[in-house]
Every structure is written in structure tokens, then in C-alpha cells.
């Protein structure tokens, strides 16, 4: 899935527009424009993926920003992971069928973990599972919800049940830009063989390289990306 190490620009889109919010709270979130302009932008400077969530998907459980990502999908060419709202094997496997190329499940795995089986019989490697901790607890339903699970037993879990790859957020670090936190990321990474893609805290190239060395197969950048902290050409080459 991953070759080589991989900086994912994020598209979060609530509302029909890019946002980044901190700590995954509604409210605090900064607007970045149109997400489809944003899309080829990123790839115009090189991405090789995409990371989209729909974040009203995410807190209310309908994916309300679908037009949105089916114009990214008509408009870019590089492979696309998108996440929030996604609560039913009927729901992943339509939009793998549309051209998404990878899903990410978060509250649905939670709830259901035979989904994550279910989808990845009829499409191998599709499925990422998002783990995203708050203080050391998997939290869902948009980050509001605490489960009492470890995020390095849950990736081992679901790992086994076929997923191609575990995202691990640090939410108590997203959006904030105040730098990244490496071992609970090196926990998850010591608990599987698949990828492990961690999101959370960039600030700084630094940070990139922190989470490479602590063994994650890309990371996924928001808001140093839209706020001009570096530039995708130099993460990229970390």
C-alpha cells in the first residue's frame, strides 16, 4: 500500500469546505476553501494520496459532503482514502466501486467489527481501520464517544479481521500544531504488520521525520499544510 514513506495531504470538508479542527472539537474549526480546488492543488505538488474525511459524515453518521467528494474523485487522479460516515458494508463497497480507493471505518469498525471481514472479502486491502485516541482511549462518533479500548490491542484486532491498515489519530494533539507525540504511535506500529498511517500534531518537518522514524508508513498533514509551515515538496522529501 505503501512503498515508500508517503506524506498524505488531508481534505476535511464540513459544510461544502475545507476545514481543520483542533482537538476534533466542532466549532473550532479554520476554513480553507473549496475542497475540489484543494484536491488538485495538493496534487499539482505532488501527492500521491489523498486523505478526505467528511466531518458532518462523522458527527451526524450521513455522509452530507458526498457531492463534494465525488467531484474530487472526477478530478484527480491519485489514490484516494476517505473517511466519516461510512456505517454500512452497503456504503463502503459502493464508494470503492465509484472509485474510492480505500475506506476508512472508525465508529462502524467499533460498533461492528465483522464489517471490517465482511468488506475486505469481495475487496482485499481496502478497509483502514481509524483508531483515534484520546487520552489513551479509542474514541468514536467524531471523537465524542469514549470505548475503553486500547488503540494497540484494537489494531492487532482488526488487523486479524483483514484490515490493510490501521490509521492512528492523536487527538489530543490534532489541529493544535504544537508538535507530535511518538510513542503511542510506536505502540500501534509494534502491534501489527500493516501499515500504520499516523495523523495528529504536525508542525514542523521534524515532526514528519519523527513519525517515520517511529515506524509509521505515512503520515497525514492538515493544518501545516494550509497554514504554510512547510511545503508538501519539502515533507515530501523527509
Known amino acids: 500500500m505503501f512503498p515508500e514513506f508517503e506524506v498524505i495531504p488531508a481534505v476535511d470538508v464540513q459544510d461544502g469546505q475545507v476545514v481543520q479542527l483542533v482537538g476534533g472539537e466542532r466549532g473550532t474549526g479554520k476554513t480553507y476553501g473549496d475542497p475540489v480546488e484543494a484536491a488538485r492543488r495538493w496534487v499539482e505538488a505532488g501527492a500521491r ?16 459532503n458526498a457531492p463534494a467528494v465525488e467531484r474530487i474523485v472526477e478530478a484527480v487522479g491519485v489514490d484516494l482514502q476517505l473517511g466519516g460516515g461510512i ?10 466501486d465509484r472509485g474510492i480507493d480505500r475506506v476508512i471505518l472508525g465508529t462502524a469498525a467499533v460498533e461492528n467489527p465483522a464489517i471490517v471481514a465482511e468488506i475486505s472479502e469481495s475487496h482485499p ?4 481501520v481509524s483508531l483515534d485516541a484520546k487520552n489513551g482511549e479509542v474514541v468514536v462518533a467524531g471523537w465524542t464517544e469514549g470505548t ?15 484490515a490493510g491498515a490501521i490509521l492512528f489519530t492523536d487527538v ?14 510506536a505502540r500501534v506500529v509494534d ?3 500493516v501499515p500504520v498511517v499516523a495523523s495528529g500534531g504536525v508542525a514542523t518537518l521534524d515532526d514528519v521525520r519523527a513519525l517515520r522514524d517511529a515506524g509509521a508508513s505515512a503520515v497525514v498533514v492538515g493544518s501545516a499544510l494550509y497554514e504554510g509551515r512547510f511545503s508538501l515538496a519539502e515533507a515530501m522529501a523527509v
Open 125 to 128: 486491502g481496502s478497509v483502514v
Open 172 to 185: 489530543d494533539v490534532e489541529g493544535r500544531l504544537g508538535g507530535v507525540r511518538t510513542g503511542p504511535v
Open 49 to 64: 494520496t489523498l486523505h478526505l474525511v467528511d466531518l458532518d459524515g462523522a458527527f451526524e453518521g450521513e455522509r452530507t
Open 191 to 193: 502491534a501489527v504488520d
Open 87 to 96: 456505517r454500512t458494508v452497503a456504503d463502503a463497497t459502493d464508494l470503492l
Open 148 to 162: 475503553g479500548l486500547d488503540p494497540a490491542a484494537a489494531a492487532a484486532r482488526y488487523e486479524g479481521l483483514g
